[in-house]
């Protein structure tokens, strides 16, 4: 199956995004043709200081490389590199009704949270709809929040078929899939957020991990009294990263009391290293070989382009839109996909 989906950074990555999404992008990647993009264009949409741009840019390939996103299989890419997503954008808008974009629940929400309702802002979905379309993909692992975009992707394909494929379906329609929901509590109890200020972030440095790990919010039952781990932030966010044994021998010491909150925090932070310790490292070693990172996304790119520009040759066909014939040598040099070296382990 091929698969695609695109990640608009909103700033550091936390436990939420990782169990929320970035974890089943990368179980994905072993049994299927994943794409995965930095949809740098649709954050244009909101943010608009280049260099906070190019920071989230580097920070998105960062962390997949980081997590475990493998670059031989899965291909990384940033939006920006497959420009053609714009041409397509704008063949979509042409049989696309207004009314349709209208109807978008994000639109709406960005607006009530305040943001300039910008042409892109509006059109946002269009885009989405080229990304997808664009690789012609199988599905779009997304959050429920994405459903809608996906849902409109689906007409925009058949807009599009029905005016221009003569009984074709030159646009493949793509499912969603959603991700796995999760609930992933904050160090207060609240839905992990950046916005609640209660997200416990990937990669912060060890002392400050550790430190936001022993704040989870508790109640003050004393050490000795039994506990319950059904109202208890420490044990919900154990349950995320406990084994099933670990776990229930954990439920049984909270009711039999004599366990401290802290023995658990403990027992958390230490799981969390377990798991995030060495891709900490690794983000540290790659950020200092921004050269292999730029390999990565520029072989990403080479990917996406191998299944866009033949897609894009028959789109263009169909709607009678003539482009210069690109010399050969430019189209191969685009296309060309060389093996990805190893990151640099010193330096
Ligand atoms: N709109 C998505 C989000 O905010 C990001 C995105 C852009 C995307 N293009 C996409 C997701 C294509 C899936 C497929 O999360």
């Not at 291909?75 to 042409?94: F, G, H, K």
């Not at 400050?208 to 039952?221: E, F, L, Q």
Request: net charge negative; with cysteine; charged share 25%.
């Amino acid at each position: 199956m091929r698969v695609l989906s695109g990640v608009q950074s909103s700033g550091k990555v936390h436990l939420g995004n990782y169990l929320g999404a970035l974890k089943q992008h990368l179980e994905l990647q072993a049994e299927n043709e994943c794409f995965y993009f930095i949809a740098n264009y649709h954050a244009l949409t909101t943010v608009q200081d280049p260099e906070v741009m190019r920071q989230r840019t580097l920070d998105v390939a960062l962390d997949y490389l980081a997590i475990g996103l493998d670059p031989n299989k899965a291909a990384l890419y940033r939006q920006t590199d497959l420009p053609e997503v714009c041409e397509l954008a704008w063949i979509l808008s042409c049989v696309t009704g207004k009314g349709l974009l209208e109807r978008a629940v994000s639109y709406k929400d960005k607006i009530d949270k305040g943001l300039t309702p910008s042409m892109g802002l509006f059109t946002y979905p269009v885009l989405q709809a080229a990304d997808i379309l664009i690789v012609s993909c199988d599905f779009v692992p997304v959050g429920k929040d994405q459903v809608q975009h996906i849902e409109m992707t689906q007409d925009m394909a058949g807009y599009f078929n029905n005016t221009f494929g003569g009984g074709e379906e030159i646009l493949k329609r793509p499912e969603p899939r959603l991700n796995q929901a999760m609930i992933v509590p904050g160090i207060d109890g609240q839905k992990m957020s950046k916005s609640y200020g209660n997200a416990i972030e990937l990669f912060d440095t060890p002392s400050a991990t550790k430190k936001r790990i022993m704040s989870i919010v508790t109640d003050s039952t004393p050490v000795e009294d039994p506990k319950d781990p059904a109202t208890c932030n420490v044990f919900a966010i154990l349950s995320l990263m406990a084994s099933p044994d670990e776990l229930a021998d954990w439920e049984a010491r909270y009711r039999a009391g004599g366990t401290g909150y802290g023995d658990v925090k403990k027992r958390v932070h230490e799981l969390f290293e377990e798991v995030f310790g060495e891709a900490r490292e690794r983000r540290e070693m790659l950020a200092r070989d921004l050269d292999y990172v730029e390999d990565v996304l520029v072989t990403g790119a080479s990917k996406a382009h191998r299944v866009a520009e033949p897609l894009m040759d028959r789109v263009r066909q169909a709607c009678g839109l003539a482009t210069a014939r690109l010399a050969p040598s430019y189209r191969l040099a685009r296309n060309a996909v060389t093996p990805i070296r190893k990151p640099r382990t010193n330096g």
